[in-house]
């Protein structure tokens, strides 16, 4: 089988100084991947994490010893100072805070963010050194967020995944992040992006839209695939003899009494002081409850070096202790508070043991110990869940009870609801919850991540890259023949720009266009949506000499006559009107959009607008033209931050099909390369003229019947470059 290389910030064992040996990590991803079958899934899987060079030889040769026992481990070794910087300074102090909303606890500092950088470095070194050609790279969590981007740049085509296993924030959050456009750049470059909840997958697009500009139209490499547990393993872990003799010790003590468990690791955001102060609420609101009923709170040790992290201690303690005090009595005590881990087989008695679960988190990923307790109910008696909105898992538990944490009157309210369900009820919604995680184990959600990582492209997306610095292979072929080239302008010859008046060719491109104007054996023709007085300031002025086509191929420009000829009839532009009357509407809306009358064409620009509010509105005005228009013979295109009405007859596909019917001897080779969506029509007349060798070049990543892309539009002068390179060899 093939190789899967998990990529995280710790390995999935812990060195356990009294039995001189590595057991393995308690945790939420250790918890879901030791459930994974390789013989289900597909792949031999292996895991690489960081361990810093304070870890003695002997103890790396344990580990090695110890997880062949199950998972091959590779640590990657990173200095202990280096690492504690990247895990404390940055990863614990920035990206946890922010991305869980609680921005009061953001810590910047610079150092953490370099050693980040070396960190994640250190990790894409490592990688690239044992990863095999057709081998998965799956890289988990927020800590590596830049392994994917140099990864990719040192191997393009290896197949490489991406998991956040907690929340995405808004982007109204993520963009206070100073680093945001390095972080998304890298994880763009990942081969499939996934997420536990389709809200976390939403702010990352609209994130992607504030950030970086665009969204590529594609859906293929991004999903949501809710991690689930090892259903089998809690299964059988709540029938093992040490769980019942643990369910016997427990009973004597519990009695009648009904219990709600809590456990939550030691963080504040985990709810923690929210849960406690709601369960007062509940004992002042329902005093028919005081002796009936216990929250059992079981606190989990974290990061207790960080000042911050010793305040929420003491704040649960100093409020269960208020509690206690305020409404216990000789015999009764309200809040049974846990401060240590507890084992499986004692979580797993008091997963069955409590009729409710109290899951309060402020902001959690996905909240595994919730699919923990329905995996451990037993059908005759099982229990119900209070599960916050603010959880992954709130969208994966359909019949879990919801609570806004934050609102402690109405949560008081759920949990008398809770205590007081009907059993046939709760009996019903608990089974039907366990059927589904029965159904789908952690075993499933790495087989659906790998199969869509790994599932077939389309022929858009077999469109092959042009390599750095490289050639197409039919470039090779190209010398002697004759060559008709279709180009487009901006975003291909020339950056995009904010304010469309200003693009302008580099000196560079004019000089490759040049030396291209100048070959005898290939006609070089500029296919633009700009109107003629633009095109002509451009490439008149220049003196090239090939032709051109203005406003989608409306207008043509004959070099040798030096004039236009306008191709299209004179009564085509009657709809214009009422196109501009309908987008100077919107224009007064849309602050910093334009209008551009081109002749046959009317372009509306929103490049320099509030980016989600101009969308909205370039979606609904999409719709009106396409509307008003029906019975007109114009086109309504949607292009980067442009919305276009033109002729049907102004069409780069039509032009280019009169064109070459037009030429004297035919071509051996068309090229056409562009960028926009009215590029298309280009490819798609070109893809039917297989007679014709056809190679159509989209510049971006965005959905395309081209065969070849080239990624990023300051590249298009190298190819302009091993172009002219092939047409001399």
Same mark, same amino acid.
């Given at each position: 089988m093939s190789r899967c290389l998990l990529i995280s910030?710790?390995?999935?064992?812990? $060195?356990? +100084?009294?039995?001189?040996?590595?057991?393995? +990590?308690?945790?939420?991803?250790?918890?879901?991947?030791?459930?994974?079958?390789?013989?289900?899934?597909?792949?031999?899987?292996?895991?690489?994490?960081?361990?810093?060079?304070?870890?003695?030889?002997q103890?790396?040769?344990?580990?090695?010893?110890?997880?062949?026992?199950?998972?091959? @481990?590779?640590?990657?070794?990173?200095?202990?100072?280096? $690492?504690?910087?990247?895990?404390?300074?940055?990863?614990?102090?920035?990206?946890?805070?922010?991305?869980?909303?609680?921005?009061?606890?953001?810590?910047?500092?610079?150092?953490?963010?370099?050693? $980040?950088?070396?960190?994640?470095?250190?990790?894409?070194?490592?990688?690239?050194?044992?990863?095999?050609?057709?081998?998965?790279?799956?890289?988990?969590?927020?800590?590596?967020?830049?392994?994917?981007?140099?990864?990719?740049?040192?191997?393009?085509?290896?197949?490489?995944?991406?998991?956040?296993?907690i929340p995405f924030p808004s982007s109204e959050i993520f963009r206070e992040l100073p680093q945001r456009r390095e972080i998304l750049q890298s994880v763009m470059r990942c081969d499939l992006v996934g997420f536990h909840d389709l809200s976390y997958l939403n702010h990352f697009r609209s994130s992607l839209q504030r950030v970086l500009g665009e969204v590529p139209m594609s859906d293929k490499m991004w999903g949501v695939y809710p991690i689930s547990v090892d259903s089998k393993h809690f299964m059988d872990l709540a029938d093992a003899p040490e769980t019942q003799e643990c369910i016997r010790q427990y009973s004597e003590n519990k009695k009648n009494m009904k219990w709600i468990l809590g456990v939550d690791r030691l963080d504040y955001i985990k709810g923690i002081l929210l849960k406690l102060r709601s369960f007062k609420s509940f004992l002042k609101k329902f005093p028919e409850w005081l002796g009936k009923v216990q929250m059992v709170q079981i606190v989990i040790p974290s990061r207790t070096e960080v000042p911050e992290y010793q305040q929420l201690k003491r704040q649960i303690e100093q409020l269960v202790s208020s509690i206690n005090g305020e409404y216990g009595t000789p015999t009764y005590m309200p809040?049974?508070?846990?401060?240590?881990?507890?084992?499986?087989?004692?979580?797993? *008695?008091?997963?069955?043991?409590?009729?409710?679960?109290?899951?309060?988190s402020r902001r959690d990923g996905m909240n595994l110990v919730s699919l923990e307790y329905v995996m451990s109910q037993k059908r005759d008696n099982p229990g119900i869940i209070l599960l916050s909105e603010f959880t992954g898992a709130h969208s994966t538990l359909s019949y879990a009870m919801s609570i806004n944490p934050w609102n402690i009157h109405d949560t008081a309210g759920r949990i008398?609801?809770?205590?007081?369900?009907?059993?046939?009820? @709760?009996?019903?919604?608990?089974? *039907?919850?366990?059927?589904?995680?029965?159904?789908?184990?952690?075993?499933?959600?790495?087989?659906?991540?790998?199969?869509d990582l790994l599932?077939?492209?389309?022929?858009?997306?077999?469109?092959?890259?042009?390599?750095?610095?490289?050639?197409?292979?039919?470039?090779?072929?190209?010398?002697?023949?004759?060559?008709?080239?279709? @180009?487009?302008?901006?975003?291909?010859?020339?950056?995009?720009?904010?304010?469309?008046?200003?693009?302008?060719?580099?000196?560079?491109?004019?000089?490759?266009?040049?030396?291209?104007?100048?070959?005898?054996? @290939?006609?070089?023709?500029?296919?633009?949506?700009?109107?003629?007085?633009?095109?002509?300031?451009?490439?008149?002025?220049?003196?090239?000499k090939f032709p051109l086509a203005a406003c989608h191929g409306a207008y043509s420009y004959n070099p040798m006559e030096q004039q236009w000829t306008n191709l299209i009839p004179h009564d085509s532009t009657k709809w214009k009107d009422t196109v501009l009357e309908i987008l100077k509407l919107y224009?007064?809306?849309?602050?910093?959009?334009?209008?551009?009358?081109?002749?046959?064409?009317?372009?509306?620009?929103?490049r320099n607008s509030p980016i989600e509010f101009a969308d909205f509105l370039a979606n609904k005005l999409f719709f009106e033209l396409e509307e008003v228009l029906t019975s007109q013979p114009v086109q309504v295109n949607r292009g980067k931050k442009v919305i276009e009405v033109k002729s049907i007859h102004a069409n780069k596909g039509f032009f280019v099909q009169q064109w070459i019917l037009q030429q004297a001897q035919k071509p051996d080779v068309v090229v056409a390369i562009g960028d926009d969506t009215t590029d298309e029509d280009m490819f798609g007349v070109l893809q039917e003229r297989k007679d014709l060798l056809p190679f159509c070049i989209k510049v971006g990543r965005e959905e395309t019947q081209a065969n070849y892309l080239i990624g990023e539009q300051k590249s298009v002068n190298q190819f302009l470059q091993n172009f002219l390179t092939s047409l001399d060899q």
């Open positions: 910030n710790r390995l999935p064992f812990a $060195y356990n +100084s009294k039995l001189g040996a590595f057991t393995p +990590s308690a945790g939420g991803l250790a918890s879901a991947i030791k459930g994974l079958d390789s013989s289900k899934v597909g792949f031999d899987f292996e895991w690489m994490g960081i361990m810093t060079d304070d870890v003695d030889a103890m790396l040769e344990q580990l090695k010893a110890d997880s062949t026992k199950s998972i091959p @481990c590779h640590p990657i070794i990173v200095p202990k100072e280096e $690492y504690d910087h990247y895990y404390n300074s940055y990863c614990n102090n920035v990206i946890w805070p922010l991305f869980h909303y609680e921005r009061s606890m953001v810590r910047h500092s610079q150092k953490g963010w370099e050693s $980040y950088i070396t960190v994640n470095k250190l990790v894409a070194d490592a990688i690239l050194a044992e990863a095999k050609d057709d081998d998965i790279v799956w890289v988990h969590d927020f800590q590596l967020m830049l392994v994917p981007g140099y990864v990719k740049e040192q191997r393009p085509k290896l197949k490489v995944g991406f998991f956040l296993h809040i049974h508070y846990i401060y240590h881990p507890v084992s499986e087989n004692e979580l797993s *008695a008091l997963y069955q043991l409590s009729e409710v679960l109290h899951v309060g008398n609801e809770a205590l007081s369900h009907p059993e046939d009820l @709760c009996r019903r919604e608990m089974l *039907a919850m366990k059927d589904f995680l029965r159904n789908y184990t952690s075993s499933d959600w790495a087989k659906i991540f790998l199969r599932k077939e492209p389309t022929e858009q997306e077999r469109a092959q890259v042009l390599p750095v610095n490289g050639r197409f292979p039919w470039m090779r072929d190209l010398a002697g023949k004759r060559v008709l080239f279709f @180009c487009d302008l901006d975003g291909t010859l020339a950056p995009i720009s904010a304010f469309p008046k200003d693009v302008r060719l580099n000196e560079r491109t004019i000089e490759l266009l040049k030396k291209i104007s100048e070959k005898d054996d @290939c006609q070089f023709v500029v296919v633009s949506g700009r109107d003629k007085e633009f095109l002509e300031e451009q490439f008149v002025h220049h003196d090239f224009t007064l809306r849309t602050p910093g959009s334009f209008i551009e009358d081109k002749g046959h064409a009317i372009t509306w620009h929103y």
